[in-house]
């Protein structure tokens, strides 16, 4: 695997996903909240630069893994990177948006996140390797998951008992 493991961002990724696959264990809808909000931060990402900056993605030749990576992305991938990458970002959206719900739907979302994780973890450094393999886990950890609430709900409820446990506690410091 070729790249800089030891910069600041590799490390970080990784540190942040090894911290969202123990959320995920702990809590499970703030693992959701988490995975929900990191692919639809992907999306915007991938979405502005590929529009903005398209070659900037012809890096990650330089950092993959595997030869046949290397090759794709310095063949076909380099005609037509805005195409791929805006596809991947709608990807990477839709699984972020069916994340913020309980159900099939979720359940799909997870497969597919487990899938599109996997998938570019051959980038190796490009990908924050293993940072990729440890969020994929931290998904299969969330398809066990039964009792859990679509967490914008879980939000609500919990800034209401929130605000309900602040009420009691006022109204006993006036004594």
């Given at each position: ?15 942040i996903?090894v ?9 499970p ?38 030869p ?5 992305i ?10 791929f ?29 487990v ?37 914008p ?23």
């Amino acid at each position: 695997m070729r790249g800089n493991i030891f910069s600041q961002a590799y490390m970080l990724s990784n540190f942040i996903a090894v911290l969202i696959l123990y959320i995920s264990i702990i809590k499970p809808v703030f693992g959701r909240m988490c995975m929900s909000l990191l692919f639809l931060g992907g999306a915007v990402v991938n979405t502005v630069i590929s529009i903005s900056h398209p070659q900037i993605y012809m890096t990650y030749a330089d950092v993959a893994a595997l030869p046949a990576y290397e090759a794709f992305i310095n063949g076909y991938f380099s005609s037509h990177i805005t195409g791929f990458v805006l596809s991947i970002a709608v990807g990477q959206a839709l699984i972020g948006l069916a994340l913020l719900w309980k159900g099939p739907l979720e359940k799909i979302a997870l497969g597919g996140a487990v899938v599109f994780l996997l998938a570019i973890a051959p980038l190796g450094a490009g990908a924050s390797f293993p940072c990729t393999v440890i969020l994929a886990i931290a998904c299969l950890f969330l398809m066990r998951e039964k009792k859990i609430s679509p967490w914008p709900l879980a939000i609500l409820y919990m800034t209401t008992l929130h605000i309900k446990s602040s009420k009691k506690l006022s109204s006993y410091d006036r004594y």
